[in-house]
């Protein structure tokens, strides 16, 4: 699985957009990009992936660029509940892997 | 659909003994892997289990082990402990095949004294 890199944290104030980068520059043509997001000593929980086209659902939306080095993970209207570390992994979707290879995460705080 | 589950959530233990942990995949999901997270290493894959085999390891000593049943939930196994193995062991089902998107549980937090 190719290798992702995150900064360490970022910040953004409460009701405002936050965008969460993600550097993935020897992403294969067929992995997937995936987010997950850690909430204090809580399981990881699943916020969405994909693989070339953006994606949106309820949580947050994906933007790939084109040649595909690189992502953003979009909150649009960040509330306090969403300070997490948010993790950005690369992974091949086969049937025989299912293991994800967390990096450090981002920590995100969302300040009142 | 009630999702990934893990007993007990808090367990303590001394050096020396062995420890099982259970998990309990959303129904229908036959993919269970797990994970250990510690402040120094953060979130490392230890193995993952479908339809009852070992299909993917970690780098982890043969102390840590696991099985899988025939409904899918999934345990695992650490022999002698060390204080080392502190850590928040986590669960993760995926539907069909594996593959798939991953599901984590809460988690069960180990102390070792």
């Known amino acids: 699985d190719a290798k992702t890199t995150q900064p360490p944290s970022m910040d953004c104030a409460e009701g405002r957009a936050a965008n969460l980068p993600c550097n993935h520059s020897t992403i294969s043509g067929n992995e997937y990009v995936y987010w997950y997001r850690q909430i204090h000593s809580q399981g990881p929980q699943y916020i969405i992936h994909g693989l070339k086209n953006n994606e949106t659902n309820e949580m947050a939306s994906l933007i790939i660029t084109e040649d595909r080095k690189s992502s953003t993970l979009i909150l649009p209207h960040a509330t306090l509940r969403d300070t997490a570390v948010y993790y950005c992994?690369?992974?091949?979707?086969?049937?025989?892997?299912?293991?994800?290879?967390f990096g450090k995460g981002i920590t995100l705080s969302v300040r009142p | 659909k009630a999702g990934v589950t893990q007993t007990p959530r808090y367990l303590i233990k001394t050096r020396g003994q062995q420890v099982t942990l259970s998990c309990s995949p959303i129904s229908g999901h036959r993919s269970v892997s797990w994970y250990q997270q510690t402040p120094g290493q953060g979130l490392q894959f230890l193995f993952e289990?479908?339809?009852?085999?070992?299909?993917n390891k970690g780098n982890f000593p043969g102390r840590f082990s696991g099985r899988q049943f025939s409904n899918s939930r999934s345990e695992m196994n650490v022999s002698t402990l060390e204080l080392g193995d502190s850590a928040l062991y986590l669960c993760?089902?995926?539907?069909?095949?594996?593959?798939?998107?991953?599901?984590f549980g809460p988690g069960t937090r180990l102390l070792v004294l």
């Open positions: 992994i690369v992974r091949l979707d086969t049937g025989a892997n299912s293991k994800l290879t």
């Open positions: 993760a089902s995926s539907f069909p095949t594996g593959g798939g998107t991953q599901y």
């Open positions: 289990y479908f339809s009852e085999t070992q299909r």
